[in-house]
């Protein structure tokens, strides 16, 4: 019956896709029958399974995700939902080029603050949190207090991600071009990425081309074990057999088609990804974290 209800919602919510505004309403439903399945079940890992369709969608829409997060974050009861859905929109926005722009127009403005600083307590995605930060001026542009929280928060992103923050910033695609403190923040991270670049460099702490010799073949020795250890352990490797292609950049894969196998060539690439940590877990991770603390509480008096 429960799973009855969560598939109704996620059904209303795909139609308003479209029509995001419709949606709205739904979010309020979503809210209360994850209250009482919280209620009837120990473990939240159950009802948020159940919830993991309906969050996928919300995340998925700019207009719901503004309305749930501005909403959630600010209720007690349903901070855990909040998290789940700040998790389903990190995973969509973690390679975002440019940082995403929110309508907070329809937010009350301290509701809207108190959500932003509570999003970057929660570790989201720095086209997230700096997206929203820099769309309270865009949408408050008259207000005191959003002026004093941009600042805070603007220089929040530039202390903890300071790469990522002049990424998302500089990018010909951010819609935050014509926010003045956004493009002062950009002038200070360029400035100091040249003055870091000035410094001079001791020989004494570069490695020497026979220790990367020693450190690559280290690493390859280091890979070819953990690969023997698990071929060693694998039940796989008694079932299957093994076939190496060495320097190659293409694989073959057969298929069937009726009663005929065909074969055709995949290109292989490499693939990686890259998330910058906050800057104060390398140095002070005390003092990180005593300052996300404060954030979850608003804006310091």
Known sequence: MTSELFYGLYRKLAVARREPSKGLSVLDELAKICRDRKKATPSSDEWLAEADDCLREVAHSSTLFVAAVSSWLSVDEEV?????????????HLQQKAAEAYDLSNIDELRAILAGCRLCTLNATPAISLGWTLSLPVSHPTSDKIDQAVEHLL????????????????????PFTSVEKANEALRALEEQETWLEGLPRLREFAMTPEMRLTLSSLKRSESRAIHRHSKEGSVFSQLFTTQHFKYANKTAVEFVVGDKIKETTLEMSPYSLSVELPLSERTDPV???AR??????GMPQ
Do not use: C, I, M
């Not at 855990?80 to 969509?92: C, D, H, R, S, T």
């Not at 992103?157 to 951010?174: A, G, I, K, M, Q």
């Open 292 to 297: 996300r603390r404060a954030l979850w509480r």
């Open 80 to 92: 855990e939902l909040a998290k789940a859905l700040v998790y389903k929109a990190n995973v969509q």
């Open 155 to 174: 220089q929040y992103h530039v202390d903890e991600f300071p790469w990522t923050t002049r990424r998302l910033l500089s990018s010909e695609d951010s």
């Open 287 to 289: 003092s990180g974290a």
